[in-house]
């Protein structure tokens, strides 16, 4: 990393390249130069981003859109450029990007109050609306159908039927739980082909530790992580915060009985999430949120139960059944926000109804 980072215009020499944060997919380094100054460096995966180049053209394009909109250095990504002008560096090792660091920021693998919560959600409302302006047809799609559900789905059923590493036999009980959900999984799309739901600019991997929080204020600060910023529904990303934030226990805690909705936490996001875009979305919209918290946490089950039985080739895994213990996370939140349907939907019906009333 050391080496591509001599390619970048950094203020000075780069220094020291220390690694850090906890993503599934690219690999993450704190990189200093001579001079003190902190940068982000990333080798960015591209055995999952296929085409680097017309990622980076998006996340140039919207970062300095949200720039423009906020030119606070701390709101938002600041990409700093090679030394030949471009905003990656490529060579036979790999890809790589540097954004400046923000400065006296944390980021939370989990909120340990409702405020934390609800800010996170503010952060990844007002994101959207800023990005509302955006054309989203000058965006390329940086994984296709990356929230199309049923086509999940329909890999799983690959994965099955290949059985690679001969691990069907340990997970058919998650396996059919999965598959009887077939159905359920095309809802998202099937809205948006009937004209429903809105296409629009959406980050679409809005884990809480893709927001960056002020050290001291503990305000929201930053989206980060915008790989997937592309086209999508507000569902996905209100429905992956949610599937990731609002659940009792990590993503993968190996004692089931610890997973379930907080719905408290659902409440806070929700609220934070509307304050922030809830008078740009349509009734439809609203309603199809909840559902959004259902598909994407069967999708991310899927997605993990998939990489277990294909040999955990596409998230980074710490022991052999990393992606089953996560999947089976999911597949048990799943069920929590089945015996919690209807709260979850009259939690949204109950904080339109109070924004129509105008309090
Ligand atoms: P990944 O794809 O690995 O999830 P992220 O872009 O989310 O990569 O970055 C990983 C971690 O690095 C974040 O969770 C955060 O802690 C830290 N980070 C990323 N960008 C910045 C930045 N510009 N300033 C400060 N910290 C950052
Ligand atoms: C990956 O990169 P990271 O860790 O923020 C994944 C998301 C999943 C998430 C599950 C590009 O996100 O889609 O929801 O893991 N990102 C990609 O934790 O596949
Ligand atoms: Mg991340």
Redesign the pocket.
């Known amino acids: 990393m050391l080496n591509a980072a001599r390619n970048f215009l950094l203020d000075a020499a780069p220094a020291a390249c220390v690694p850090m944060g906890?993503?599934?997919?690219?690999r993450t380094c704190l990189l200093t130069d001579e001079a003190g100054n902190k940068y982000t460096m990333q080798k960015i995966n591209d055995s999952?981003?296929k085409d680097v180049p017309a990622l980076m053209e998006n996340i140039r394009l919207v970062t300095e859109y949200l720039r423009a909109c906020d030119p606070d250095p701390r709101h938002s990504l600041q990409l700093v450029h090679t030394k030949d002008g471009k905003c990656f560096h490529h060579d036979e090792t790999g890809y790589y990007r540097v954004y400046r660091f923000v400065d006296e920021s944390v980021c939370l693998e989990r909120a340990e109050t409702q405020e934390e919560f609800f800010l996170s959600a503010q952060a990844f409302g007002s994101f959207q609306n800023q990005l509302a302006g955006f054309d989203a047809a000058v965006l390329s799609e940086t994984?296709p159908r990356?929230h199309d559900t049923a086509n999940r789905v329909n890999n799983l059923k690959i994965a099955a039927a290949n059985d690679k590493m001969g691990r069907l036999k340990e997970v058919q009980a998650e396996y059919e739980f999965a598959l009887a959900r077939e159905e359920e999984a095309g809802v998202m799309l099937k809205l948006l082909k009937e004209g429903k739901l809105k296409l629009r600019v959406t980050h679409?991997?809005t884990?809480l530790?893709?927001v960056l929080l002020d050290e001291r204020t503990g305000r929201a600060l930053c989206v980060i992580?915008l790989?997937?910023v592309m086209p999508g529904l507000c569902a996905y990303d209100f429905g992956?915060a949610i599937r990731?934030g609002a659940s009792t226990a990590a993503?993968d805690e190996r004692d089931l009985s610890r997973v379930n909705l907080s719905l408290s936490l659902y409440r806070a996001y929700a609220e934070g999430y509307l304050s922030e875009v809830g008078n740009v979305l349509t009734g439809e919209e609203l309603r199809s949120l909840p559902v959004g918290a259902k598909m994407?946490t069967l999708e991310?089950g899927v997605?993990?139960l998939t990489d277990y039985l294909d040999g955990d080739v596409?998230?980074k895994v710490a022991c052999p059944d990393h992606n089953l213990v996560?999947a089976r996370t999911q597949l048990k939140l799943l069920q929590d926000m089945d015996a919690h349907w209807d709260e979850m939907v009259s939690v949204i019906g109950e904080l339109d109804s109070r924004k129509k009333g105008g309090a």
Do not use: Q, S
Not at 22 to 26: E, F, K, L, P, S
């Open positions: 906890n993503g599934h997919i690219n999952i981003f994984i990356f679409n991997d884990k530790n893709n992580d790989d997937t992956d990731y993503e994407m991310t997605r993990f596409y998230f996560r």
